[in-house]
């Protein structure tokens, strides 16, 4: 049955994106408003450079050709990594960084959409006694880490050793044979990376940022970006005195004298059915591989998540497709360490996304073969024509760090009055202490989506029960999620709101029956901004 129309105040919600606003700052910013930054990329760099320029009182411009967070930001595997696998490879400094800033996401940022969860390399048959002190010795370094950047151990426990027993109790389907128990550690989770990226973008909203999505930068000139209105065609100019260009692997697009290598990760999505009762993350040795591992990440929505490659591609398309080798790979591994194949029902999706890796940032010598795997994860930000910055790499974790360091050489480059970023501690839309969270009556699904914002949608619930409802057999998303989605979050097309604001899309059969759904939450959306 479909819900009721009820009516909505226009604002209830900080930053909200609407179509109105959006039409009204693009008329603005086309027709002689000047601004100080314009800054062109709507994943999460972008919008946390928009942030970041915004909260310094600089009059801020964020303009995206597609959607919020439709590249690679929406790609991940949902974790806030605490910069492990970097200390591994000697890279302290990106290690210590990630650690920092996973630290500001949980405690201050976004404790709504971060939380910690347990990681867990389970002592297998395949795990030999010199790989267990390897890793072990990892894990206590990685919580050294997470000292040194001041994370409690309440967010965050430290690393311990399980027995057997508890093994299995946090992951039921591990082989019992050769079981010697567990090495655990605790690392970040995201509810999701888009909705971490829309988060961002309302915050830089709320302070002031016009957010343009459907708006292509097409060139760069002294003074100003060319723009084309991808809803009407217009082309105009925007006017600014500096430019950040954080376009990821499309940046080479606006400046050519960067040479990037992307890179292609694939996350394969199984049902909660492929391994029933699991509780932790784990890390799984990758058969016939010494260096290389396989990652299980159990989801809120109850999905379990499959990853990860890294392969080098020579063609960047905009919606990344994995390849079926990939896939089977992946799953056949996953099927030989737990000793059954997993069932081919169990798979329901895959998905793939580019790194924006950086040439020459392997270490090796001139002339040697480079990797993606080498490449690294540090961001680079690259000062160029017309009072531009480029920013490139870097992780999704420290987008924070990356959009300061970009609005600090965007202010030197032009010479901007601005302070110092206020970004380390300043909470997005929706966010609260723990304590303020945890004691909310609301779905615990919705506060992790919306957090204290899920007021508004479970009031929308209590007055109406039908938008309380699934939105498809299965799916853990309301027709109240995504009317607020519709009504406040830039989401105007039903690609939006199921590729992006929700997980859906990751599944086609859910994504086909939850159509309907989408295209009545965009039809009411649109007849309340028009009343």
Known sequence: MRPRRIHVPRVRASGSLTAVRRASELDAATNGERFDVVVIGGGITGAGTALDAASRGLKTALIESRDLAFGTSRWSSKLAHGGLRYLASGDVGVAYESAVERGNLLRFIAPHLVRGTPMMLPLIEAVGSQRATLMGAGFVAGDLLRRAARTPSRELPGPRRVSAAGALALAPSLPTHGLRGGLVIHDGQLTDDARLVVGVARTAAAHGASVLTRVKATALEDGGVVVVDELTGEAGTIKTRAIVNATGVWAA?????????????????????????????????????????????????????????????????????????????????????????????????????????????????????????????????????????????GKLTTYRRMAEDAVDAAIDHVGLDAGPSQTRRLPLVGAAPRTQLSAMPDDPLMIARFGTESGLVSRWIREDAALGEPIAPGVPVTHADLRFAALHEAAFTAEDLLDRRFRVGFVAADRAAALPAAEAALADARALGDA
Do not use: F
């Open 253 to 393: 697009g606006l400046a050519p004298e960067l040479e990037l290598r992307p890179s292609r990760g694939t996350h394969v999505v199984l049902s909660g059915d492929a391994m029933p009762g699991l509780r932790a993350s784990l890390t799984l040795p990758y058969p016939g591989s010494r260096n290389r591992y396989l990652l299980v990440l159990p989801q809120l929505d109850g999905h379990v998540y499959l990853g990860l490659t890294d392969e080098a591609v020579e063609v960047i398309d905009d919606v990344p497709q994995p390849e079926q080798w990939e896939i089977d790979e992946m799953v056949g591994a996953l099927g030989d360490v737990l000793g059954t194949p997993v069932d081919p029902a169990h798979v329901l999706g895959a998905y793939a996304g580019l790194r924006p890796l950086l040439a020459g940032t392997s270490g090796k010598a001139d002339g040697e073969p480079e990797e993606t795997s080498d490449l690294s994860r540090e961001h680079t930000v690259v000062r160029g024509q017309h009072g531009a910055v480029h920013v490139v790499g």
